[in-house]
T-cell receptor, first 117, second 111 residues
Framework: GAGVSQSPSNKVTEKGKDVELRCDPISGHTALYWYRQSLGQGLEFLIY????????KSGLPSDRFSAERTGGSVSTLTIQRTQQEDSAVYLCASSLGGLSQGNQPQHFGDGTRLSIL | RKEVEQDPGPFNVPEGATVAFNCTYSNSASQSFFWYRQDCRKEPKLLMS???SGNEDGRFTAQLNRASQYISLLIRDSKLSDSATYLCVVNGESGYSTLTFGKGTMLLVSP
């Protein structure tokens, strides 16, 4: 379908390795969001893109986390030197407009389940 | 005070019951409000936006009380398929700001 697509769906890696998660938003959606959800917890906001720029990076938990978006479309979330506490489901969402444009519902991808051994 | 607070539940109700979820938020400048549902091990999906005047979509009614910083979701005639976690979502001031999710309230509808 034409929903938000995330890859990989599952990733298992060793502590200390770098990982890269990908999100392909719905075509035409200018806003893109990354969240993570740990087991039994609520959603934790990580970063928001409007076009290719990230006006709000306040949720990134540490400098090991970075994200970029190119061409106003695909985004990658990179976690360097992974730690066990990074294990979570990483969810990407997109919306037609940004947070400055009132009620803009977000549409979520299926998520990437990241497990750090 | 947590930014978005919900009763964790779970709410156990029989089919056909009416159930209400409450949510409070701390940022009085919040502008947008939503209810999402999340099935076990699935991504959240938008259930409905919440408008100032209140809004209804079939069996679901959402209300907003800005003075009390309170949002509610009412589900009438519960179905087994309504079993899920319901997430209250609030954004901050207009402009660039974080979107904050409550931890969700679990609903279990039994036959």
């Amino acid at each position: 379908g034409a929903g938000v697509s995330q890859s990989p769906s599952n990733k298992v890696t060793e502590k200390g390795k770098d990982v890269e998660l990908r999100c392909d938003p719905i075509s035409g959606h200018t806003a893109l969001y990354w969240y993570r959800q740990s087991l039994g917890q609520g959603l934790e906001f990580l970063i928001y893109f409007q076009g290719n720029s990230a006006p709000d990076k306040s949720g990134l938990p540490s400098d090991r986390f970075s994200a970029e978006r190119t061409g106003g479309s695909v985004s990658t979330l990179t976690i360097q030197r992974t730690q066990q506490e990074d294990s979570a489901v990483y969810l990407c969402a997109s919306s037609l407009g940004g947070l400055s444009q009132g009620n803009q519902p977000q549409h979520f991808g299926d998520g990437t389940r990241l497990s750090i051994l | 005070r947590k930014e978005v607070e919900q009763d964790p539940g779970p709410f156990n109700v029989p089919e056909g019951a009416t159930v209400a979820f409450n949510c409070t938020y701390s940022n009085s400048a919040s502008q947008s409000f939503f209810w999402y549902r999340q099935d076990c091990r699935k991504e959240p999906k938008l259930l409905m936006s919440v408008y100032s005047s209140g809004n209804e979509d079939g069996r679901f009614t959402a209300q907003l009380n800005r003075a009390s910083q309170y949002i509610s979701l009412l589900i009438r005639d519960s179905k087994l398929s309504d079993s899920a976690t319901y997430l209250c979502v609030v954004n901050g001031e207009s402009g660039y700001s974080t979107l904050t999710f409550g931890k969700g309230t679990m609903l279990l509808v039994s036959p």
